[in-house]
């Protein structure tokens, strides 16, 4: 039997995708900041009741995780996840037309709570680069030039390719500011390791489920998962410290925490393969410990676990 091949977006449909795209953006400018985070609110939940797959893979993980054990508590967070998945949206629209260089402490405001270390690393304090291993938490889009705009030290980071290029390439245009450059996925991680030699920081999403080639076996709210090894990779080749950074929503009128944990300590033993599992647990621990505290804003729909919704030796082959 011949493999059956993956489905092909057309162009026309791909157009179409993003000629909605632009009438929400233009939407988004014409309204006032907090209209456009009530009328997200409402899409939220419009998308949750119709988007069958999603919502119940969002509910499911978020039993599945433990962060809530009755079925009320979790549909009710994955409300409130779609809710903040429109936010996100609105996010990026809205800092187009408000941060600059000269306001940006108005918007972006440092977790003072932190531990001192983070804080440290978080900002011209030491003006040293770091490894920013970060995730789906809060709002990922604006994280990395929040980090620039903090700290003063340029940051590189890598965008996986969306299957709809046009709108892949309107979330690119929007995280590449404040000395913030995005490459594709597809470059690999020569263009991280030459930022990191050359003194600037780089951001890796780590919390998405990787291919078998690409991460190696952790474990996430206490169930097998398969992490991300870049950011191990690069930490044991360059000794550039790890630290966890996200950009926390904290009120519907565009204003964010900016808070994480870290940097990792860790000594490695010599044994490469021993040595990415550890780090890989390590900073999947500090994007759980995050989770944790804010777990409304988590992607929960996304794919995470080995044992979830899916054969886990069929996936450990993919």
Same mark, same amino acid.
């Given at each position: ?12 449909? /791909? %157009?179409?995708?993003?000629? &909605? =795209?632009?009438?929400? #953006? ?8 907090? *209209? ?42 994955? /409300? %409130?996840?779609?809710?903040? &998945? =429109?936010?996100?949206? #609105? ?8 941060? *600059? ?218």
């Amino acid at each position: 039997m011949s493999e059956r091949k993956k489905w092909k977006k057309p162009m026309w449909l /791909k %157009k179409v995708e993003y000629a &909605i =795209l632009m009438l929400g #953006v233009k939407i988004m400018q014409s309204l006032e900041v907090k *209209t456009c985070y009530a009328l997200a609110n409402k899409i939220g939940l419009l998308v949750y009741y119709c988007d069958f797959k999603h919502r119940n893979r969002a509910i499911s993980h978020i039993l599945h995780s433990g962060i809530r054990t009755d079925l009320a508590g979790a549909k009710e967070l994955a /409300k %409130k996840n779609f809710q903040h &998945i =429109l936010k996100v949206f #609105v996010d990026v629209v809205t800092a187009s037309r408000l941060v *600059t260089r000269e306001n940006f402490r108005d918007y972006y405001e440092l977790d003072m709570e932190a531990d001192p270390e983070w804080l440290a690393f978080s900002t011209s304090e030491k003006n040293e680069n770091v490894i920013l291993a970060t995730g789906h938490l809060g709002n990922w889009e604006l994280a990395g030039s929040a980090y620039s705009l903090l700290s003063g030290i340029p940051l590189v980071s890598i965008m996986r390719p969306l299957e709809n290029e046009l709108i892949g390439n309107f979330f690119y245009s929007r995280r590449a500011v404040f000395d913030h450059t995005t490459f594709s996925k597809e470059k690999g991680v020569r263009p991280l390791l030459t930022a990191l030699l050359h003194g600037e920081s780089i951001a890796i999403v780590a919390d998405q489920h990787a291919v078998r080639q690409e991460g190696v076996e952790i474990e996430f709210c206490g169930h097998p998962a398969r992490a991300h090894m870049t950011p191990a990779l690069l930490n044991l080749k360059t000794k550039v410290k790890l630290i966890c950074w996200v950009a926390i929503r904290k009120e519907d009128d565009f204003k964010f925490k900016i808070t994480g944990c870290g940097p990792v300590h860790y000594t490695p033993t010599g044994d490469k393969e021993k040595d990415i599992q550890a780090l890989a647990q390590l900073y999947s621990n500090q994007i759980e410990e995050c989770l944790r505290k804010y777990p409304e804003q988590w992607l929960w729909p996304h794919r995470r676990w080995l044992d979830c919704n899916r054969k886990h030796n069929k996936e450990k082959n993919s």
